[in-house]
């Protein structure tokens, strides 16, 4: 039996973290992690770079049913904390849009930080350990296959559904239900769009193309790159928008967000009265794309010179290209989702120190818990800070 003061079970962003915070405070740690490997998605994240924070990190970029209960644990450890840690490695960082933080190098150099400052304090990590139960007596027993581990505290840190194949597990959410915490809806979140008939064959063709678009939903919208799969549509701004739609739902494109397209095309027919429309286009959206939306939009109109197609024509066809309205058949689910959306209820944790508020000495921390983060580095900081605010106390 290997007896600790804190047992944390999952070795990712937020378990590691939370065991660094606990052991600088003197607390024998001991995390558990089910799979081959610590930190999976750390070292897959930003294409292999990690997108470890964001420097604009505000409550307004999480989603939870109770939109206040990420600002107490993000108020006490910011960006400018974990970047300290950062920079205590040296490890070099540059900023990408809208205060993304990304390594020069590789993902592998979070790790190996996490790894060390585990090290530092004496926290213990132990991997290919498959957790079959917990039980609380006087102290937490938490059985494995590679022994008891008993703890005075339990922190959960098992992440969500995302990316089954490397070791994804719904422990955590057991393990809530099992001590009376109730779960909100769990889907997949971060991921890309799928479409299904015609949508389908068209996206296929377009597939590896990419363009600036603006995506809206329920209100929603966001700006950025769109980039057509053989299945759907992904990119920065089909993966911010899947964590607001829901099934059956529209979406909304407008492929020319900066741009207002239809006194573009007043214009050229006056300065270039014999060129085609799809000749304009294909100056401002990749060549294929006009091709594919050019029988469904303007098939009279193919091989007709701007001079003879009438003012109210064109500004049809220009809206048409900021209002492109399409119904997902559903996205790609959890094989690539990089979060998963919802999760532990909030409402009977402590915001500032995780704990649960029905079994004293237990703590949810980082993707379990109901607070999903938008792309660009958020997910990560609110790992590192539910982490910090748990290893702080127990």
């Known amino acids: 039996m ?3 003061d804190v047992v944390i079970l999952g070795g990712g962003a937020a378990g590691l973290m939370c065991g660094i915070a606990a052991g600088s405070r003197g607390r024998k740690v001991a995390v558990l992690e089910g799979s081959d490997k610590i930190g999976k998605k750390i070292l897959i994240s930003g294409g292999g770079r990690c997108n470890f924070t964001n420097r604009y990190c505000a409550p307004s970029h999480f989603l939870s049913e109770n939109p206040n209960f990420c600002i107490s644990a993000l108020s006490r450890y910011s960006p400018d904390d974990f970047v300290a840690l ?8 540059h900023e990408k849009t809208a205060g993304q933080l990304f390594c020069d190098h590789t993902s592998k150099e979070v790790l190996a930080m996490l790894v060390t400052e585990c090290r530092a304090v004496q926290a213990e990590i132990h991997t290919h350990c498959k957790v079959s139960s917990v039980e609380k007596g006087e102290r937490f027993v938490v059985a494995t296959d590679q022994g008891e581990f008993v703890g005075d505290s339990l922190v959960i840190a098992t992440g969500g559904l995302s990316f089954p194949k490397m070791g994804a597990s719904d422990l955590g959410y057991r393990i809530a239900r099992q001590f009376g915490h109730a779960v909100g809806e ?9 479409f299904s008939g015609a949508m389908l064959a068209m996206t296929s063709r377009l597939s590896g193309i990419s363009t600036r678009a603006e995506m809206t939903t329920d209100g929603v919208s966001f700006r950025g790159d769109i980039l057509f799969t053989h299945r759907g549509v992904s990119g920065p701004a089909a993966l911010q ?7 059956g739902n529209e979406i909304r494109l407008n492929l020319l967000p900066d741009t207002e397209l239809a006194p573009i095309l007043h214009r050229k027919k006056l300065q270039q009265p014999k060129t085609l ?6 100056e401002l959206l990749p060549r294929a794309l006009v091709l594919e939306l050019e029988p469904m939009w303007w098939p009279s109109l193919s091989d007709t010179r701007l001079v003879e197609i009438a003012d109210k024509e064109l500004e049809r066809i220009a809206s048409q290209f900021h209002n492109w309205c399409l119904t997902p058949s559903g996205t ?3 094989r690539t989702a990089e979060v998963t959306r919802g999760g532990v209820a909030t409402n009977q944790l402590s915001s500032k120190t995780m704990e649960s508020q029905r079994q004293p000495g237990l703590y949810f921390i980082g993707e379990v818990v109901d607070v999903t983060g938008q792309l660009g580095g958020f997910n ?4 590192w800070a539910s982490a910090q605010a748990a290893g702080a106390v127990v």
């Open 2 to 4: 290997n007896r600790f």
């Open 86 to 93: 950062v920079e205590k490695h040296a490890i070099a960082y």
């Open 186 to 194: 769990l889907r997949a979140a971060l991921v890309p769009f799928t």
């Open 241 to 247: 928008l899947s964590s607001y739609w829901v099934l």
């Open 277 to 282: 429309l799809r000749t304009v286009l294909s």
């Open 332 to 334: 790609e689910g959890y």
């Open 380 to 383: 990560f900081q609110w790992a």
